[in-house]
């Protein structure tokens, strides 16, 4: 059975960070594709950051800078630093896992909400 659990959000004001946790299991993670998604109320889901089996990353536009995705193969886990946290950062924030193009996965989602 495979299942992505994320945690780590929570209330933050702006300005502050939090470090969001994606833990895998039932797949074979260490060659998977590991991305960050956010949605916020009434927005497409988009993304935020990815990091390759290889280790390569990539960023929206509107995080570089701020965030740094990260992952531990040994612990099947992946991470989404987050730093300088603005209120347009506040969504849930879902991890989604591409272990070929047949085998796609997406977490429960962890809510992040950026305000004073």
């Known amino acids: 059975q495979v299942q992505l659990v994320e945690s780590g959000g929570g209330l933050v004001q702006p300005g502050g960070s939090l470090r969001l946790s994606c833990v895998a299991s039932?797949?074979?993670?260490?060659?998977?594709?590991m991305d960050w998604y956010r949605q916020a109320p009434g927005k497409e889901r988009e993304l935020v950051a990815r990091?390759?089996?290889?280790?390569?990353?990539n960023y929206a536009d509107s995080v570089k800078g701020r965030f740094t995705i990260s992952r531990n193969n040994a612990k099947n886990t992946m991470y989404l630093q987050m730093n300088g946290l603005k209120p347009e950062d506040t969504a849930a924030y879902y991890c989604?896992?591409?272990?070929?193009?047949?085998?796609?996965?997406w977490g429960q989602g962890t809510q992040v909400t950026v305000s004073s």
């Open positions: 989604y896992c591409k272990v070929s193009a047949f085998q796609t996965y």
């Open positions: 039932g797949i074979s993670f260490s060659i998977s594709t």
């Open positions: 990091i390759t089996s290889s280790g390569s990353t």
